[in-house]
């Protein structure tokens, strides 16, 4: 007999991360990482390259689900996601994690914030998703051996991690279980 898979048992996780409270110290801190992430949105919102990722939101059209920072922007979570992700990471202020070697919170957070907003989620399941979203991204971001480990690709692997979290708050903060 063999028991559930390493993705079988990280999808279950995944999918019960927003019925177990968190204990005060890392809610508290998770709650730092979203200001910080938000403020990085808002300098970045006037950079070159925040602008150009808030015009292509702008052009994007679809349902609006979610905002752009910085902007009367509101346009689908998935777009609002990435344009925010943009402005996030746009002054190169936003956090890092060095024992992952990663910028956890420019993918993180604004997926975060989209999925919360389209989904009308309470601000304590958004910081319940963000902590989610950090534990897995940042595990994921170790196990790959972090900028340095460049694999097959040949690409750097430091967004690989915070994509894996960034996919794990959003699918805590869309209801998702652990079949998808």
């Known amino acids: 007999m063999t028991g559930p898979t390493l993705i079988e048992s990280l999808a279950a996780y995944i999918a019960s991360a927003l019925e177990r ?31 150009l990722a808030t015009r292509f939101a702008a052009s994007s059209g679809g349902t609006p689900e979610a905002m752009v920072i910085g902007s009367q922007v509101v346009t689908t979570a998935v777009t609002a996601a990435m344009a925010n992700a943009m402005l996030a990471h ?35 399941a958004l910081v319940r998703a963000v902590a ?9 971001g170790r196990a790959m051996g972090g900028i340095g480990s ?4 040949g690409h750097a692997t430091h967004s690989i991690g915070p994509m894996f979290g960034a996919a794990a708050a959003a699918a805590a903060l869309a209801g998702l279980d652990a079949r998808g």
């Open 90 to 124: 746009s002054d190169e202020t936003d956090d890092s994690h060095a024992p992952s070697l990663t910028h956890p919170g420019c993918a993180i957070v604004p997926a975060a914030l989209a999925v919360a907003e389209r989904e009308d989620a309470s601000g304590e």
């Open 132 to 140: 989610l979203g950090y534990d897995v991204g940042c595990r994921i």
């Open 150 to 153: 460049r694999g097959v690709s």
């Open 21 to 51: 409270p968190l204990p005060a110290e890392v809610a508290e801190k998770t709650k730092h990482h979203v200001l910080d992430t938000i403020a990085a949105m808002v300098t970045g919102s006037k950079l070159k390259p925040g602008e």
